[in-house]
């Protein structure tokens, strides 16, 4: 059975970081990605990866301040936030798919999600 758990979460002040983990049991994936979803809003993908971790992809908005990393020993995925701002507010979301391509935003598998709030 495929699982994806989130760790990480947490209330930190604006400026701020968090490391973000999800590990993934049942299968290996050919991508795994962090999307949030801030209240009244879409959900978004914040970052992705392919499984070598050779190839990423951020959105615009966390250019330069979150780092997105694999470990494909352990089967996870780590991302990084720093000099985190209000906006980042969100539920985070892990997910992981079979296929390497990181321009669909279809993903097979998600995790349940945690929350991240930044204060100003």
């Known amino acids: 059975q495929v699982q994806l758990a989130e760790s990480g979460g947490g209330l930190v002040q604006s400026g701020g970081s968090l490391n973000l983990s999800c590990t993934a049991s049942?299968?290996?994936?050919?991508?795994m990605a962090w999307f949030r979803q801030a209240p009244g809003q879409d959900r978004e993908l914040v970052a992705a990866?392919?499984?070598?971790?050779?190839?990423?992809t951020y959105a615009d908005s966390v250019k330069g301040r979150f780092t997105i990393s694999r470990d494909i020993y352990k089967n996870m995925v780590d991302l990084q936030m720093n000099a985190l701002e209000p906006e980042d507010t969100a539920v985070y979301y892990c997910?992981?798919?079979?296929?390497?391509?990181?321009?669909?935003?279809?993903?097979?598998?998600w995790g349940q999600g945690t929350q991240v709030t930044v204060s100003s």
């Open positions: 049942g299968r290996a994936f050919s991508a």
């Open positions: 997910a992981a798919k079979r296929n390497a391509d990181l321009g669909s935003m279809e993903y097979d598998y």
């Open positions: 990866s392919t499984w070598s971790g050779r190839t990423t």
